[in-house]
T-cell receptor, first 115, second 112 residues
């Protein structure tokens, strides 16, 4: 079974530029998560989708971050414009469902450096 | 507000000895706890979990202990192997919503 795919793996941009990340979850997984992991910290949830609907985006900085999951499969996370403090690894994860304790499977992440 | 805390950023252990990684939480609604292992340039991978109805769960060399009254859990690795060298994250969730709250991680180095 293929795991969670993410691209690109690395991205370097200058502040005020825009960037987009892509995630393809495990086939059949209804729930998709985007996490931000800043160096030295644990992953922090940015947004959670159930199929193509947003379940929780309370920690997403909506003035600059946006995410969508069209057709309930792939997802993109966009930052526009980027700030220095957005430098982090962006992790995508998926699980079978959101209710109950379903294991989350993580992709390899995208390391973003904002100069 | 950090609801899950791992107070030891790093730990070094000799091969063959026991590794003990600790985790504390503050939210009494958490009823499910997990440990994830992360190698450099990879995403976290699930290691072991425990429900709040138990106080111990074993899987091979890995055992997780839960002390609900102290809001504390620990991961024991016996015997430790060099391949166990990684960053270990503790995570917790409540039944509804399946959102995981992660600790800051402990970097384990197993010395051959």
């Amino acid at each position: 079974e293929a795991g969670v795919a993410q691209s690109p793996r690395y991205k370097i941009i200058e502040k005020r530029q825009s960037v987009a990340f892509w995630c393809n979850p495990i086939s059949g997984h209804a729930t998709l998560y985007w996490y931000q992991q800043i160096l030295g910290q644990g992953p922090k949830l940015l947004i959670q989708f159930q199929n193509n609907g947003v379940v929780d985006d309370s920690q997403l900085p909506k003035d600059r971050f946006s995410a969508e999951r069209l057709k309930g499969v792939d997802s993109t996370l966009k930052i526009q414009p980027a700030k220095l403090e957005d430098s982090a690894v962006y992790l995508c994860a998926s699980s079978l469902d959101r209710v109950g304790h379903n294991e989350q499977f993580f992709g390899p992440g995208t390391r973003l450096t904002v100069l | 507000d950090q609801q899950v805390k791992q107070n030891s950023p790093s730990l070094s252990v000799q091969e063959g000895r026991i590794s003990i990684l600790n985790c504390d939480y503050t939210n009494s609604m958490f009823d499910y706890f997990l440990w994830y292992k992360k190698y450099p340039a990879e995403g976290p991978t699930f290691l072991i979990s425990i429900s709040s109805i138990k106080d111990k769960n074993e899987d091979g060399r890995f055992t997780v202990f839960l002390n609900k009254s102290a809001k504390h859990l620990s991961l024991h690795i016996v015997p430790s192997q060099p391949g166990d060298s990684a960053v270990y994250f503790c995570a917790a969730s409540a039944w509804a919503g399946n959102q995981f709250y992660f600790g800051t991680g402990t970097s384990l180095t197993v010395i051959p």
